[in-house]
């Protein structure tokens, strides 16, 4: 018989959120949802981490919350609040705000047809080192905070170069166009794409086209590793990148980069790419960075980046599918089947992506 394990301290939870989905929250409600059996969220043993606007109603978070709920199983949760207007709590450790209170409320009330036991909720006026929490369940438990930087979440972004940002907005900041970068990469761009597909028009035998697909695809692949070694590519290599991914046997075998020890670095150049590229060139690079985040967990970059792919591109058929995926809450796992095809499509290429 397996002996129930002790679930993370509320001040722990809270101070993990930033590192977990990537920006420190601002008057937000989040639910955290720990799966039976799991006992470590900050270490990615999570099943979801919704977080939603205060301005939200309470009927319009349960039924987005609906599709997740409906292909979970059971689950512990702790809904977290983060509101700078709440008060300080008072000598019993609570404090009280009746608008935040009332939405907590009817979300808990909600969740309880769910497979989602509840065993906590809990507020705070802000996600840093040294700040109160306490809870809202009419106890007096309280605390403070740990800092949020010294989480392991957030500690495992800086190493991999993704720190956390200040806010949502921040995080939709890092995937804009910079000019900087798009101005010149899009000068060089025709020309990479005239380049790329003249010596594909020049291939006379099925053989040499294999040959080619695989040379574009290493590209690729070198690129990644270069970036992770700290290369900086002119606008003329960024520009080819971009033509190569627009070839669709290259562009479907790169999935399989997101469940293998290099995802993160590739991660890092399909930002890269988002940021330098215009037009339906940025939605291959997007749309990359989406599936990469989802499957690592990160909701809300999948989120973002899947937005600006399907802006760059709305017929793009892998940005629908995936977009379709978020919207129903599908686990990540169900979405694996995408790496496993390219897996199998970078193979018949000769190249193994591990």
């Known amino acids: 018989m397996s002996i129930p394990q002790p679930l993370p301290s509320p001040g722990r939870l809270i101070a993990s959120i930033p590192g977990m989905i990537g920006f420190i929250p601002q008057r937000s409600l989040i639910l955290v949802l720990i799966p039976a059996g799991s006992t470590d969220p900050d270490r990615g043993e999570l099943a979801a981490l919704p977080r939603f606007d205060l301005t939200d109603s309470a009927a319009s978070i349960l039924d987005r919350l609906r599709p997740l709920l409906a292909k979970m199983g059971s689950a512990t949760g702790f809904v977290i609040v983060v509101d700078d207007r709440l008060p300080a709590p008072g000598v019993d450790g609570r404090a009280t705000s009746g608008r935040d209170h009332r939405l907590v409320e009817q979300v808990v009330r909600g969740l309880a047809a769910s497979p989602v036991r509840v065993s906590g909720t809990f507020a705070t006026v802000a996600i840093v080192a040294g700040g109160s929490w306490w809870s809202l369940s009419g106890t007096t438990e309280s605390g403070t905070l740990p800092d949020p930087a010294r989480t392991p979440s957030a500690r495992q972004r800086a190493a991999l170069g993704m720190p956390v940002l200040e806010s949502r907005a921040a995080l939709a900041d890092s995937l804009r166009t910079d000019p900087a970068l798009a101005v010149p990469v899009s000068a060089a761009l025709g020309g990479a794409v005239a380049e790329v597909r003249g010596r594909r028009q020049a291939v006379e035998h099925e053989l040499e086209m294999t040959v080619r697909d695989r040379r574009d695809l290493e590209q690729v692949l070198y690129a990644i590793a270069d970036l992770a070694d700290g290369v900086t590519f002119p606008p003329s290599d960024l520009a080819r990148l971009g033509a190569v991914l627009s070839i669709a046997t290259v562009s479907q075998c790169l999935p399989a980069i997101a469940i293998g020890e290099h995802a993160v670095a590739a991660e890092r150049l399909w930002i890269l790419l988002t ?73 018949d290429l000769g190249i193994t992506i591990p």
């Open 275 to 347: 940021r330098s590229l215009t037009g339906r060139y940025r939605a291959e690079a997007a749309v990359l960075l989406a599936y990469s985040a989802h499957l690592r967990g990160d909701g809300t970059l999948a989120g973002l980046a899947i937005t600006v792919a399907l802006e760059a591109d709305p017929t793009h058929i892998f940005a629908r599918l995936l977009h379709a995926a978020l919207e129903r809450a599908l686990p990540p796992g169900v979405v694996h089947r995408f790496a496993r095809f390219a897996i199998a499509a970078a193979a």
